[in-house]
């Protein structure tokens, strides 16, 4: 299989990026990565170029570009190159921590949607930090400002089907972000999804899940709008990044009685920061596109980079996008029957 | 001023509810309660009838009841002759820890709206965590599933002058809850919310603020739909919650030495429990009604039903209806010559 890779993404780029790919090159030996970007930078951090191929390019989208303008204007950045190549069959995938506004942009511009999904869906994977293990999916986590009922339905099936090839979750449940837990409960959006889902005899639906519960275990695969899903993912976030903070200072501002008693718990505390830490899920992936196409964060380290590049793998050789093709170019059809039975 | 007390709702009531009456009564010597409530059991828990009037019925308004139906039916529960009490005058404001549904259709339904308000809101206050003090109010934090942009703008004002009269904060710094900073972001209500916003020369609009940022003292009040600002409550309150235990977890599972750490600890994250505790601030306030409509959390001790009753005192105190009532009739008076000049 072969990776194609935005070298030039991301705070530390290209050096970050050039560390994970090698990572994950010396254990995935049936992989090959094309590297986008500087040529001269790249080598600078390039140790061995077993399996890597750099094809350069002077050209970058940069964090503050509009998305959609700099996917249409930019020809040859290295995010817009990744992309072809992987509309081209010339790659499997796409990895950036680019600009994540115009990497959804080159997924849907570029990389194109599958037939039969109306609006593709951002996934995300969050550690259940309210139980001793284990995460869930989100999704969609920000590709969209706005969402029908049918889009939550097609997450769910999304969801299902990366829970399964990716994190080999047999039957994974489903839920519905929502303001209550009753089936009534909701926006009008949210009331048609829970029908929807509850009807679906593939689905193993366990009904609405509020957001207080999202973290305890609730559900495999949780499904929102993608302003909602945003918001709360970046509600989670943002509470995690400033109790820990409040923690740390709580150590540092309580005398030396407070420091030594930080020291004792300083290996205890690691474990909880490892344990709230997201990058062993990998990154943000945009599903219902023809290729994975998968973002990390713009602060991701060479071990992220790794974690992330080895997600991809797992989807390609879990062979998830024919899955999606397979459902929905069946549900098209099926559809297609119904409306002309009719 | 008189204050209407649901003595039946939450967990422990009456119990707790009487603490916290006694309490706020020997604070606020300008201040009268009416209970209402079975007789026996609040007669049970009380110390002093100083300027405290029980007004005894059997009926209640149960945690499961659907809202609207239990407003309507039971007409004898002690949380709608509360509200009544506040209709007709007999009270200035109504008080409960019982089912936040029903409070919200009995503020809704008989306190009244006021003329020129769509869709009260609720507001809740959360500490700042992400800072060294403060704390911000999120509005409609849950009482509409659906929201249009004037909502937001009349919550925005809402908001405002709760901020001036109960937070004493001169010129508050309004928010608006989006899933990105820029102007153009986010759903179609958001973007025409962003514009009246910006427009509106009594507002001090800060632009938009993303649930990541929201603990960070970015605005004195944040503005949001009721869908997603219920959402980003539960989850900050789920993190917040998943992420203490686990702190409190790690300290227990690591052996001699880490749990003499955490006693070393104790009095710095007993700080921080402090900080994190919303009750200090009050309850949730039905903002947009005739008359305060608060609503305290269930399992609220008597020390939090104290300082929402003080809340409630200084809302009424500082005559924050009134404002409400004279901004909205003049914009209501404004808007209706202008039609007719149109």
Do not use: W
């Not at 309210?130 to 986590?141: Q, V």
């Not at 609730?218 to 976030?237: M, R, S």
């Amino acid at each position: 299989m072969k990776i194609a890779v935005d070298a030039m993404g991301g705070d530390n780029a290209p050096q970050t990026v050039v560390a994970g790919v090698e990572h994950a090159r010396d254990e995935f030996e049936d992989t090959e990565f094309l590297l986008y970007g500087v040529e001269k930078e790249i080598r600078k951090y390039l140790k061995n170029e077993t399996r890597i191929t750099i094809i350069h390019t002077d050209e970058m989208i940069m964090m503050n570009d509009e998305p959609v303008k700099a996917i249409r204007r930019k020809k040859n950045a290295s995010m817009v190159l990744a992309a072809r190549a992987v509309k081209e069959h010339k790659a499997d995938a796409i990895f950036s921590c680019g600009n994540t506004g115009a990497l959804l942009a080159a997924g849907l511009l570029i990389v194109g949607r599958i037939k039969g999904i109306s609006r593709p869906g951002l996934l995300s994977t969050l550690p259940m930090i309210g139980t001793e293990e284990g995460a869930f999916n989100l999704l969609d986590s920000g590709a969209n400002a706005e969402n029908k009922a049918e889009h939550l339905h097609q997450y769910a099936i999304l969801g299902k089907y990366y829970a399964q090839n990716v994190r080999h979750i047999e039957n994974p449940r489903i839920g519905l972000l929502n303001n209550g837990t009753e089936p009534h409960k909701g926006s009008k959006v949210t009331q048609e999804a829970y029908q929807l889902l509850a009807e679906d005899p593939n689905l193993n639906f366990v009904g609405n899940i509020e957001a207080s519960n999202i973290l305890n275990d609730a559900a495999d695969v949780v499904v929102a709008d993608g302003f909602t899903g945003n918001a709360v993912l970046k509600a989670i976030e943002g509470t995690a990044s400033a109790i820990m903070h409040l923690v740390k200072k709580a150590i540092l501002d309580s005398g030396l009685k407070g420091k030594i008693g930080g020291l004792l718990l300083k290996s205890s505390l690691k474990g909880l920061k490892e344990k709230m830490n997201q990058s062993q899920y990998g990154g943000a992936v945009l599903l219902g596109v023809k290729a994975p196409v998968v973002k990390a964060h713009g602060s991701s380290d060479g071990q992220t980079v790794y974690y992330t590049l080895k997600q991809i793998h797992t989807m390609i050789e879990g062979e998830m996008i024919p899955d999606f093709v397979n459902y929905f170019s069946q549900e098209h059809a099926a559809s297609k029957t119904k409306e002309q039975s009719i």
